[in-house]
């Protein structure tokens, strides 16, 4: 074989391989995770995810996205300090609006969404019917941890449902059947929570659960009962509209989602987005739709710097709470102690 070819061969291989690199920005993060050697410190390690990658970057990142939220909403404005609806609804100078799918008040997430509502920390929450039902039915019965291999045909035998490694007994939805329209007293609730504060609760696909099996039945007894979604409607998007500025925290996908971006889009978009979920975008769902996407509809405005957590809720939103909407909470009574 000719040397000088060999010498050529490599020469082509090193100028491929060893190629040289620009200079980083100097303002670069560098990556470095949490060193256990320094002890068990969760609030630090925490801290620790922006420089460790990944997903666990992009919590830290939602992390900053909902503390701003949160800064700004306490700033002071001038204009109009009430909302139109629910009538003497405090306005605040960022509207948080928080949506939220049916299974995360399946599971123990409805505990910290429940801490939010209870702190009147969010301005409107959107979820689907499992979301206002499931809360309700929690304050009738327990539901229990299965496992996600159970055998359906024996499950139906005996009256279990399953979501998930969840198992929701039928009794809980037969006694919630037959106490629905009763007033709602049950600290551990989000909608008593939701209705103390006056914090809206829109299902724009209410009929889609138990609740709607109840109406159906309820249709046969006693007719008459006629749901006004369009009036929901205004009431959602006028809040937007008349919003100094919204923040959005999206909890899964589906129609609540697609409701609390589209409200915004009645205001050229949200100027805060943090979004939380599994879903991909290579199927054109709305649900796995990337910030970017909602951007181009004019849902998020152009100058937002939107987060997508690609997790599941259950793991990330508790550790989310706790370093935002909780420490809020601590400065808050803190503050109060020394006042």
């Not at 491929?16 to 920005?25: A, E, Q, W």
């Not at 299902?203 to 709607?212: F, K, N, V």
């Amino acid at each position: 074989m000719n040397n000088g070819s060999c010498e050529f061969d490599v020469h082509i291989a090193e100028m491929s391989v060893l190629k040289k690199s620009s200079t980083m920005p100097t303002d670069s993060t560098i990556i470095k995770g949490y060193d256990f050697n320094e002890g068990i410190n969760y609030d630090a390690l925490l801290d620790q995810y922006m420089s460790t990658g990944f997903q666990a970057s992009h919590f830290a990142q939602a992390v900053q996205q909902i503390n701003t939220m949160l800064t700004m909403r306490e700033e002071q404005f001038e204009g109009d300090h009430t909302l139109p609806y629910p009538e003497g609804k405090q306005k605040r100078a960022c509207t948080i609006f928080l949506g939220y799918t049916s299974n995360l008040v399946t599971s123990g997430v409805r505990e910290n969404i429940r801490y939010l509502v209870e702190h009147d920390l969010v301005d409107c929450i959107v979820t689907s019917a499992g979301g206002v039902e499931e809360d309700l039915i929690k304050c009738l019965a327990p539901s229990y941890l299965g496992a996600f291999d159970l055998d359906g045909r024996t499950l139906r035998h005996n009256g279990l449902n399953r979501a998930g490694n969840i198992i929701i007994p039928n009794n809980n939805y037969c006694q919630f059947e037959d106490w629905l329209g009763a007033e709602i007293n049950d600290k551990r609730s989000i909608c008593y929570w939701a209705h103390r504060n006056r914090i809206p609760i829109f299902s724009p696909a209410l009929t889609d659960g138990s609740i709607g099996d109840m109406l159906y039945f309820h249709s046969f007894r006693s007719g008459g009962i006629k749901l006004d979604i369009v009036e929901d409607l205004r009431h959602i998007n006028t809040m937007a509209v008349r919003s100094n500025r919204t923040g959005v925290i999206l909890l899964g996908g589906g129609v609540m989602k697609h409701h609390i971006n589209n409200a915004n889009l009645m205001r050229n978009g949200s100027d805060y987005a943090v979004y939380v979920n599994t879903g991909q975008e290579f199927d054109g769902s709305d649900s796995g739709a990337r910030p970017d996407e909602a951007v181009s509809w004019g849902k998020v405005r152009s100058d937002c710097r939107p987060v997508k957590i690609y997790a599941d809720a259950t793991l990330v939103f508790p550790l989310l709470v706790a370093k935002t909407f909780a420490r809020h909470v601590q400065r808050k009574h803190s503050e109060l102690q020394k006042a």
